[in-house]
């Protein structure tokens, strides 16, 4: 029994019966948690929207005898507003969320994870456009919090420097067509992204995107062993 206070992302919900919602939220201190949300389902007022995707809120937490802490009050921190005007954003929106809280354990702490989570909502919230080298930023810098990108400029069998056509791994990492097999990929291509990695999100709006398109999702869905579903809807938009 007892309460405590805990500030994060809103990463979506699970229906729990007629009346209740389970509630994620990715966090600094205990990466992602969820909570029991008592008549979220069955009132609309009871929690306002606060709890929708990508609002950061500070929750009030009670536990009780049960396995899920439940909430007991919830403060806005930040709203979504801007993403959520234009289909592209809401996009955006949606995967970024389910890639960074995928990509966070549960129960332990993601600082770093929970921080770029929160830049990429700002960056949403602002007047540029984020577009696909965005999106691919974001990738290249929620695997490497995460301990799962591998090196996209030396070959991950021989340690060698990549260059023209090579092979990305998604078990291993990228490879020399000698070396191993996987999708083809120019070592141009991921230069571009190791770039865009390193580039702050800030500055990602109007670059150009790298050639490889979505080989780092694919490589955040083979190690986490299942399909990221937002990006689906993104992957149909065609951004710049
Ligand atoms: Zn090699």
């Given at each position: 029994?007892?309460?405590?206070?805990?500030?994060?992302?809103?990463?979506?919900?699970?229906?729990?019966?007629?009346?209740?919602?389970?509630?994620?939220?990715?966090?600094?201190?205990?990466?992602?948690?969820?909570?029991?949300a008592?008549g979220?389902?069955?009132?609309?007022?009871?929690?306002?929207?606060?709890?929708?995707?990508?609002?950061?809120?500070?929750?009030?937490?009670?536990?009780?005898?049960?396995?899920?802490?439940?909430?007991?009050?919830?403060?806005?921190?930040?709203?979504?507003?801007?993403?959520?005007?234009?289909?592209?954003?809401?996009?955006?929106?949606?995967?970024?969320?389910?890639?960074?809280?995928?990509?966070?354990?549960?129960?332990v702490?993601?600082?770093?994870?929970?921080?770029?989570l929160?830049?990429?909502?700002?960056?949403?919230?602002?007047?540029?456009?984020?577009?696909?080298?965005?999106?691919?930023?974001?990738?290249?810098?929620?695997?490497?919090?995460?301990?799962?990108?591998?090196?996209?400029?030396?070959?991950a069998?021989?340690?060698?420097?990549?260059?023209?056509?090579?092979?990305?791994?998604?078990?291993?990492?990228?490879?020399?067509?000698?070396?191993?097999?996987?999708?083809?990929?120019?070592?141009?291509?991921?230069?571009?992204?190791?770039?865009?990695?390193?580039?702050?999100?800030?500055?990602?709006?109007?670059?150009?995107?790298?050639?490889?398109?979505?080989?780092?999702?694919?490589?955040?869905?083979?190690?986490?062993?299942?399909?990221?579903?937002?990006?689906?809807?993104l992957?149909?938009?065609?951004?710049?």
């Amino acid at each position: 029994m007892g309460s405590d206070a805990v500030s994060g992302v809103v990463l979506g919900h699970v229906d729990l019966g007629e009346a209740d919602r389970i509630v994620r939220l990715l966090t600094a201190e205990e990466g992602r948690i969820s909570l029991l949300a008592r008549g979220a389902r069955s009132s609309r007022k009871r929690f306002g929207g606060l709890l929708d995707l990508g609002m950061r809120v500070r929750v009030e937490r009670a536990r009780g005898r049960g396995l899920l802490a439940r909430i007991a009050d919830v403060e806005l921190v930040e709203a979504v507003d801007r993403a959520r005007t234009e289909i592209e954003r809401i996009a955006l929106l949606a995967y970024g969320c389910e890639l960074v809280g995928r990509l966070a354990g549960e129960d332990v702490p993601a600082p770093r994870l929970a921080h770029l989570l929160v830049v990429w909502l700002e960056l949403l919230e602002g007047e540029a456009m984020p577009g696909s080298a965005s999106r691919q930023s974001l990738e290249g810098k929620a695997l490497t919090f995460s301990g799962l990108l591998p090196s996209l400029t030396t070959c991950a069998a021989c340690d060698q420097p990549l260059e023209g056509g090579v092979r990305f791994d998604y078990e291993h990492g990228p490879v020399h067509v000698e070396c191993g097999l996987g999708t083809p990929v120019t070592a141009a291509a991921l230069a571009r992204l190791e770039e865009l990695r390193r580039t702050p999100l800030f500055e990602t709006p109007g670059q150009a995107p790298s050639p490889a398109g979505w080989v780092l999702a694919e490589h955040a869905q083979h190690q986490l062993g299942g399909v990221l579903k937002s990006r689906g809807l993104l992957a149909d938009l065609a951004l710049p």
